[in-house]
T-cell receptor, first 115, second 112 residues
């Protein structure tokens, strides 16, 4: 298994532009998570899905952020319009379940820089 | 989910055991202790978890005190590649509302 795959690895964009981050979870994993990591705030959970349905989006910072999971093998996190304070590393993770014996598998992340 | 306290940083000599402590004095009976680590520029990686018994796998051992208020992650023979931030996380694993919440972790530096 190739693990959780995120693209792009690096993204540099200008303020005001739309940014789309992509994630392919591990096949068969029912849960998908989007995290953001910054020096100031550490790793924060933004949103998670169960069977392609968003369950908790309370961590999404504001309406400029949106996430979708159109099928079991693909999810996107979109920022429109982007702002410099959105600069961070965005991680996607997937898990078989939320039970005790199921760890999360993280992707390598997308480093976003908004200038 | 219960809060955890970890030292900000630790050093360890290569080849020696690295013992990383975690305090979780407010842990509840149905909360598990999880350890993840994050090597620089990579995503977090699952290491081990436990409820009340000590656990061991190919990566590490987890020692949980009898009162469950603290635990220690042991890397028996640390290598330079074990240099990373180690996160101790406590969470209820059986409810749909429970998910991983990361604190600040311990920066472990393994020195040659």
């Amino acid at each position: 298994d190739a693990g959780v795959i995120q693209s792009p690895r690096h993204e540099v964009t200008e303020m005001g532009q739309e940014v789309t981050l992509r994630c392919k979870p591990i096949s068969g994993h029912d849960y998908l998570f989007w995290y953001r990591q910054t020096m100031m705030r550490g790793l924060e959970l933004l949103i998670y899905f169960n069977n392609n349905v968003p369950i908790d989006d309370s961590g999404m910072p504001e309406d400029r952020f949106s996430a979708k999971m159109p099928n079991a093998s693909f999810s996107t996190l979109k920022i429109q319009p982007s702002e410099p304070r959105d600069s961070a590393v965005y991680f996607c993770a997937s898990s078989l379940a939320l039970g005790a014996n199921y760890g999360y598998t993280f992707g390598s992340g997308t480093r976003l820089t908004v200038v | 989910d219960a809060k955890t306290t970890q030292p900000t940083s630790m050093d360890c000599a290569e080849g020696r055991a690295a013992n990383l402590p975690c305090n979780h004095s407010t842990i509840s009976g149905n909360e598990y202790v999880y350890w993840y680590r994050q090597i620089h520029s990579q995503g977090p990686q699952y290491i081990i978890h436990g409820l009340k018994n000590n656990e061991t796998n190919e990566m590490a051992s987890l020692i949980i005190t009898e009162d469950r208020k603290s635990s220690t992650l042991i890397l028996p023979h640390a290598t330079l590649r074990d240099t990373a931030v180690y996160y101790c996380i406590v969470r209820v694993a059986e409810t749909s509302g429970s998910r991983l919440t990361f604190g600040e972790g311990t920066q472990l530096t393994v020195n040659p």
